[in-house]
């Protein structure tokens, strides 16, 4: 390839809507969708994740794409020495560090460094795509990611109502098991503070919008945000709301990436009148510090 591919770098926490997000952009003219790509090697090659389907419906380890994806990565030899250092460098708890040795990589960071430009671009060439959609949601890896000089990177960090996540994770969802009140919002709040100390490092490659926002005005939300950093003059959804999804190949994610055909976005508050009292209280107590910063208030009405 000629130029350097692009990564567009989803965080935010989980329910915020990034699969749906992830899978419009992917429709822009030369992009591809790939999910939560930090799972590939546990889902596609040691099996020992949620599931291991792409999103086009095929097991990882035999779709076209991540099958010569894989092979260009050494995987599954490299495997082990990869995933160790995804667990040692890129979870959440590691964004400051990451961010820390951006500018001038240390060893460790080089490394994790090397992993991540390796496997993007291998997605690149396998794909012919010059725009790589990463919903992968880890604030360190986005970090890390920005210090790149063989991607240029994008970062859209989503933030949704955290009592609207606690509600969605209230029952299981498919191959994804239900979370607690408690635990779905003190993750909402660690995404979104290693979020937001990726933005206060890298500001002009960062943007950060609200799911409800986008739900309300998707063309003009995320167009906006394409528009800006010059990847797009037309957002791939319609003035109504209206969006054709292709067929994609996340690794994993929302269950709802497996849908494609037309799709209707609209603001969703339905969570409001079927949230109990306690789901709402404890998810509010525990994001209560964080909720103005977003435009969120501590009480919320019932819909």
């Known amino acids: 390839m000629t130029t350097r591919p692009v990564v567009v770098y989803l965080t935010g926490w989980c329910r915020s809507g990034t699969t749906l997000i992830g899978n419009l952009i992917g429709e822009l003219p030369g992009a591809v969708h790939v999910g939560e790509v930090h799972y ?15 999103g086009c419906g095929t097991r990882i380890a035999e779709c076209p794409l991540w099958s010569g994806v894989l092979a260009r990565l050494g995987a599954p030899d490299s495997v082990p020495e990869l995933t160790g250092r995804q667990r040692r460098l890129l979870r959440t708890r590691h964004t400051a560090a990451r961010l820390s040795g951006a500018a001038g990589p240390r060893r460790a960071t080089a490394a994790a460094l090397a992993d991540l430009e390796r496997l993007h671009t291998a997605i690149a060439a396998e794909s012919g795509a010059s725009i790589i959609v990463d919903s992968g949601k880890y604030p360190a890896e986005a970090a890390t990611l920005c210090g790149s000089t063989a991607v240029r990177t994008h970062v859209l960090h989503v933030v949704r109502d955290p009592r609207a996540i606690a509600e969605s994770w209230r029952r299981p969802k498919d191959y994804i098991p239900a979370m607690s009140a408690w635990r779905s919002t003190a993750y909402w709040v660690a995404f979104n503070r290693a979020s937001h100390l990726v933005g206060q490092a890298f500001p002009d ?30 957002p791939p959804v319609t003035a109504d709301g209206t969006a054709e999804l292709s067929v994609n190949h996340t690794v994993t994610g929302n269950p709802d990436r497996f849908r494609h055909g037309a799709v209707t976005i609209r603001p969703d508050d339905r969570w409001r009148a079927r949230t109990p ?12 510090p964080w909720l103005g910063r977003y435009g969120y208030r501590r009480t919320v009405e019932k819909g």
């Open 40 to 54: 590939l090697y546990r889902h596609g090659v040691l099996t020992d994740g949620t599931n291991d389907s792409c």
């Open 205 to 234: 490659r960062y943007r950060c919008i609200r799911y409800e926002d986008f739900a309300a005005e998707p063309r003009e939300t995320l167009g906006a945000v394409l528009a800006d950093w010059g990847l797009a003059d037309e």
């Open 277 to 288: 009292p306690a789901t709402r209280l404890v998810s509010g107590l525990v994001a209560a």
